[in-house]
């Protein structure tokens, strides 16, 4: 079976999500800070009219922060009716990798909590690390935000 994933390039290395959960890839657009929030969280984005919380993906998986450029996006993905902005440095494309070439991993050295990973991707000559968006999104500090978020006035 087939995957299919958006790949976006963070410190030089490529990651991908899996397309099924991306709403919409747009450009960096004015971020409202939220008092009290983890540092990962950059704020909140008023999109067509709905309010989503937008966190910079670099620091929430410890790799520190995304230096804005005119590649900078915001990829707004969505998991059991939560939506949220992952602002990454540049989205590449959209690649089509066949499950064989998936290979799930239990343990290796990396900075990125190992929950946040579902795979590594092999394509070509490059390795892809595979996000899994929902362990992201469902992660305690994520629960926290979007309560928060829901929380303010409108």
């Known amino acids: 079976m087939d995957n299919q994933f958006v790949l976006f390039k963070m410190v030089g290395e ?4 899996n397309i099924t959960c991306v709403s919409e890839i747009i450009r960096m ?5 939220i008092p009290k929030t983890p540092d990962f969280v950059e704020g909140i984005i008023n999109l067509r009219g709905r309010i989503i919380p937008v966190i910079d993906l670099k620091k929430q998986l410890d790799l520190g922060g ?14 059991d009716q939560e939506t949220v902005g992952l602002i990454v440095e540049e ?6 990798l066949p499950s064989e070439s998936i290979e799930h991993i239990s343990s290796m050295e990396t900075k990125i909590n190992l929950g946040f990973i579902q795979g590594i991707g092999r394509w070509n000559d490059k ?6 968006t929902k362990k992201i999104l469902l992660d305690q500090q ?13």
């Open 142 to 154: 994520f629960r926290e935000l979007t309560e928060l978020v829901l929380e303010e006035p409108a």
């Open 66 to 79: 995304v230096e804005q450029t005119n590649d900078t996006r915001i990829i707004v993905v969505s998991i």
């Open 127 to 132: 390795l892809i690390i595979l996000l899994e």
């Open 14 to 17: 490529l990651y991908g999500i």
């Open 91 to 96: 989205v590449t494309e959209v690649l089509t």
């Open 29 to 33: 657009q004015q971020v409202t800070k």
